[in-house]
């Protein structure tokens, strides 16, 4: 009879755009026995996970949930609950999420309609003014923090245009939620989405999810069904709401995880955490550019918790990549799509946001790129990171 080793693996510090480290409390969490999705204590955990879920949002919505999967999952949820053949759905696009999100709208038979900036640029809102002026979509969607550009996205002024247009505003926030100001409410948002493997420190499995009353008007005025039963919000809302009543079993481990990080989350404070991660990645950015390496986001809009930098020519993306990690126990992220093999993506997301972690990833950077050819004056990244925290 063949015998299997229990499962170990390295205790990684993970600088790439997702997952982030977790914090011990959440692990142990995850240890807590298990009770029935319908007990009467895991329902007294879905109320308090709900009302911490709406203070990180920055909304009042009554739909308020994680909804069982990952940050795909909500992607798809936050579509495909509102989008029936023949809508119209104008989708912003710089970057792979967005490309996803055009994806999904034509699997809902709706009319996709593009806008599209060059990776690593926002989307400029007189380019929705636009095009909302020659087409009447239902939804309009956006992505906050692009995770393959590094690009965070003014959400005001389109929140604006697009509540005068009438359409329903749609955002991911899969990197940004508690690494950057979401404001749903302020913005004017109807739909937005997240992922728990970014800044909220919690292991993938859940998508945070708010659906507005715009929204969910929308979805009960469908004139068919969802083409999702697994996501159908007419049913979910069901279990979240009074009537508790039943339509999957809920990940009930991933919830106590998921409760455990909001309130580490809301302890440290949101104002005091979203300084964190702008403080550590001034730092970054910093000591990246002291080392005359490239950043690839527009200036002015770079997200403090995901940055973008350019591969000096005759380095090796992989080799770079696989010492970090097997010499320096860290992980890092290759680019994707246009950025593929000419940038690296670095992530500074909740737990993995720290200045030991800002001096670790320079320093070994230093050693690793003058190792390969590239000229680094020694030092120069350590003393420019080491300046913007006096």
């Not at 990940?251 to 702008?278: D, K, Q, W």
């Amino acid at each position: 009879m063949t015998s299997y080793e229990p499962v170990q693996t390295s205790n990684r510090i993970l600088m790439g755009p997702g997952p982030s480290n977790v914090h011990p409390r959440v692990l142990t969490a995850m240890a807590t026995p298990l009770v029935g999705h319908l007990d009467p204590e895991f329902l007294a955990i879905m109320d308090q996970t709900q009302e911490m879920l709406r203070e990180l949002f920055g909304t009042t919505n009554r739909l308020t949930i994680p909804v069982s999967g990952t940050g795909s999952s909500g992607m798809e949820a936050a579509l495909c609950n509102v989008l029936e053949p023949g809508d119209e759905a104008l989708i912003c696009v710089n970057g792979v999420f967005g490309e996803r999100m055009s994806d999904i709208v034509g699997r809902c038979g709706a009319e996709l309609i593009r806008i599209d900036a060059p990776w690593g640029r926002i989307i400029p809102p007189e380019e929705v003014k636009a095009a909302l002026q020659q087409c009447n979509p239902k939804v309009v969607a956006i992505v906050h923090a692009e995770t393959s550009t590094g690009i965070l996205q003014p959400l005001t002024e389109i929140g604006q245009l697009v509540r005068e247009h009438g359409a329903l505003f749609l955002v991911d926030t899969v990197t940004s939620l508690a690494g950057a100001h979401v404001g749903v409410d302020e913005h004017l948002i109807d739909i937005c989405y997240s992922g728990t493997q970014k800044c909220l420190s919690c292991p993938p499995g859940l998508a945070p999810i708010t659906f507005g009353p715009r929204a969910l008007e929308a979805i009960h005025r469908r004139k068919t069904k969802v083409q999702s039963w697994y996501l159908d919000m007419t049913m979910i809302e069901r279990y979240w709401g009074e009537d508790r009543s039943y339509h999957h079993t809920a990940p009930i481990s991933m919830a106590y995880a998921f409760n455990e990080a909001l309130r580490i989350i809301l302890t440290e404070g949101l104002e005091t955490r979203y300084a964190r991660h702008e403080r550590h990645s001034a730092a970054l950015k910093a000591g990246l550019t002291a080392m005359g390496l490239e950043l690839l986001a527009q200036e002015g809009y770079r997200a403090p918790m995901l940055t973008t930098v350019g591969i000096p020519d005759g380095v090796e993306d992989l080799v770079i990549r696989r010492r970090l990690l097997q010499e320096y126990n860290l992980e890092l992220g290759g680019g994707l799509g246009d950025f593929k093999g000419k940038a690296w993506r670095v992530g500074l997301m909740g737990e993995s946001c720290t200045q030991s972690n800002v001096f670790l990833l320079l320093s070994a950077l230093e050693k690793l790129l003058s190792e390969s050819g590239y000229t680094v004056q020694p030092g120069a990244s350590l003393s420019a990171a080491a300046e913007t925290y006096l």
